[in-house]
């Protein structure tokens, strides 16, 4: 009975070990450590800040076997003007991605969130700022199909930046 027991815990341990392998995250250091590179590597623009630019993008990228980018596609971004930073911050990740089981390809789908922290109390002309950004925003779609397959979707990148009023 005891060796029973003793092959039953030997066995699950080492599929949870395996289990674990299986499911780490792709990125060098875990989520917080990809969250913290993306903040601190995408610097925005002049125009984006002074313009109260917001908007989300979704990004689609291969990786090859040593974790180097190797295509980069924009699924959709509310705003064109925000995605040049985002692939700049993305091309500078190259060789921190983990590829599962050995693969010689992987994607990944990303999201990224860029919004402003709002002041405590709003003003007209803020509120004007926010209005001409959000009308005269070029949207950039995917109108294509693109074969998901074996895609990675990443948890989303959230980047604030702070105005002067």
Do not use: N
Not at 54 to 71: L, M, P, R
Not at 84 to 100: G, N, T, V
């Amino acid at each position: 009975m005891k060796k029973i027991l003793l092959i039953a815990v030997i066995s699950l341990t080492c599929f949870y070990a395996k289990a674990q392998e299986e499911l780490a995250f792709p990125f060098q250091g875990g989520k917080e450590v990809m969250s913290k590179f993306f903040k601190d590597s995408l610097v925005l623009s002049d125009q984006i800040v002074s313009h109260k630019t917001t908007g989300t993008a979704i990004f689609k990228f291969t990786a090859d076997e040593k974790g180097s980018i190797k295509k980069i596609i924009i699924y959709y971004a509310d705003d064109i003007t925000i995605t040049p930073p985002i692939i700049e911050a993305l091309k500078k990740s190259d060789r921190k991605w983990i590829i599962p089981d050995h693969e010689k390809f992987h994607d990944f789908i990303i999201p990224f969130s860029i919004r402003f922290t709002p002041p405590a109390t709003g003003s007209p002309a803020l509120q004007k700022a926010v209005y001409t950004a959000y009308s005269k925003r070029k949207a950039v779609v995917s109108f294509d199909q693109v074969p998901l397959d074996m895609a990675t979707l990443l948890p989303a990148v959230s980047i604030s930046y702070d105005i002067t009023p």
